[in-house]
């Protein structure tokens, strides 16, 4: 069955601009993370959607990311103004709302910010 | 905030050698979870521990949990080429059904033929 994509694989963009990063979770999983993984840092959590809650905004560096998750499936991670330091790869991951929380992965978009 | 550290951060073995990587919480571990990385992947999932004293193993891959110590750790029993790769191991930010994970950096493994 189909896992979970993310689209763009790859973003080149220049200081200052903004990006949006998509995701497409496994069809009936109801939790969807980001997170972000970089050289210095490892793999970061950043947001997390869990059905209709309000999400889990804890792990968000500045105010310059944030996130949607519209009708409980496709996600977008937008970063404003961006800057060298959010160059990583960007990771989603999903899970069912029971059975242990086993999240899968995508396979990321790697940004790199010029 | 909750830490994992790994142990070793990068291992090189021969084929066939037995290897075994550590993972030591900084808190209390509500769930502890495997994952394998190849280069330009993403995260594969191995295995998830979530009990005192639990192992579980897929092929030549075992982990155990050990809360008391805040401990977990893999071992590969007689590994393959196809063993090579990060292992990172990764632990439940909450004490809930649904969870961010906390991550290690990572354990980078080589096997040599």
């Known amino acids: 069955g189909a896992g979970v994509s993310q689209s763009p694989s790859n973003k080149v963009t220049e200081k200052g601009k903004d990006v949006e990063l998509r995701c497409d979770p496994i069809?009936?999983?109801?939790?969807l993370y980001w997170y972000r993984q970089s050289l210095g840092q490892g793999l970061e959590f950043l947001i997390y959607f869990q059905g209709n809650s309000a999400p889990d905004k804890s792990g968000l560096p500045s105010d310059r990311f944030s996130a949607e998750r519209t009708g409980g499936s496709v996600s977008t991670l937008t970063i404003q103004r961006t800057q060298q330091e959010d160059s990583a790869v960007y990771l989603c991951a999903s899970s069912l709302s029971f059975g242990g929380n086993e999240q899968f992965f995508g396979p990321g978009t790697r940004l790199t910010v010029l | 905030s909750q830490e994992l550290e790994q142990s070793p951060q990068s291992l090189i073995v021969q084929e066939g050698k037995n290897l075994t990587i550590n993972c030591t919480s900084s808190k209390t571990l509500y769930g502890l979870y495997w994952y394998k990385q190849k280069y330009g992947e993403g995260l594969i999932f191995l295995m998830m521990?979530?009990?005192?004293?639990e192992e579980k193993s897929h092929e030549k891959i075992t982990a155990k949990l050990d809360e008391k110590k805040q401990q977990s750790s893999l071992h590969i029993t007689a590994s393959q080429p196809s063993h090579a790769g990060i292992y990172l191991c990764g632990a439940a930010k909450y004490n809930s059904g649904n969870t961010p994970l906390v991550f290690g950096k990572g354990t980078r493994l080589s096997v040599i033929a």
């Open positions: 069809s009936g999983h109801t939790a």
């Open positions: 521990l979530q009990k005192g004293g």
